[in-house]
């Protein structure tokens, strides 16, 4: 069962089940920020139970579903269903690879104005592969990041693939994003633009989709895991 806890203020994480990706073992995370008009806005949403969804619906409307890419998807139209009244965000790439998935905006590098001035948005560009969405949450100094900082326990992959995850640096004391990926950045210069902006915001905090989140020092945090893309 999903654990909803507060991390910041005005912002919430709970903590999914473990999920297969080719067959690698990947934990899962969402993220929840009350606006000021008290609609939420969901972050990365995780497997929707009965527990979640009654701790979800005790800080407000459900208003915004939101993907940071395009390799989260899951669960999404199981929130779509519980919350026919939500609005949909697509990150770049998804609309067109989900096509049976509602989705009512496609996000880009502007804030949608529900969320603008609350919430700043930015694009990790510059991959042929996948394109990211950053998010800052104000309020509570929170940076919201999915795939492309990444550092798992020593011993939370076993075997063959306990090798391949260290060889991409995935594995700690390795941070950052897996080495294949590193390496579709063929415009590393419009990506290090995107981190230096997220950075020029000196976040307090980071929540990671699937490694250890940051409840301080989370401008090191970013730095430490771009840092092969910042050098």
């Not at 009244?85 to 609309?95: H, I, M, N, S, V």
């Not at 004391?173 to 080495?179: E, F, L, V």
Request: hydrophobic share 45%.
């Amino acid at each position: 069962m999903a654990n909803l806890h507060p991390f910041g203020e005005a912002l919430w994480v709970a903590d999914g089940p473990v999920c297969s990706f080719y067959g690698f073992p990947y934990p899962t995370r969402m993220a929840v920020i009350r606006l000021e008009n008290g609609d939420l806005f969901v972050w990365s949403p995780i497997s929707l139970d009965d527990e979640l969804r009654a701790a979800v619906d005790g800080l407000g409307r459900v208003g915004h579903l939101v993907e940071p890419n395009a390799l989260h998807h899951l669960f999404l139209p199981d929130w779509i269903k519980a919350y026919p009244d939500a609005r949909t965000y697509a990150p770049p790439g998804l609309k067109n690879k989900r096509r049976d998935i509602r989705f009512d905006v496609e996000l880009g590098e502007t804030a949608d104005p529900a969320w603008a001035g609350q919430i700043d948005q930015i694009a990790l560009k510059g991959s042929v592969a996948l394109t990211e969405l950053f998010f800052f949450h104000r309020r509570s100094r929170t940076a919201l990041i999915c795939d492309s900082i990444q550092s798992f326990p020593r011993d939370w992959f076993k075997g063959w693939r306990g090798l391949l995850a260290r060889l991409d640096g995935i594995v700690q004391p390795g941070i950052g994003a897996p080495r294949e990926w590193r390496l579709s950045f063929l415009n590393r210069k419009i990506a290090r633009t995107a981190v230096e902006r997220l950075l020029a915001l000196a976040p307090d905090r980071v929540v990671l989709a699937h490694s250890a989140s940051a409840e301080q020092n989370g401008t090191d945090l970013i730095r430490r895991g771009f840092a092969w893309l910042l050098r």
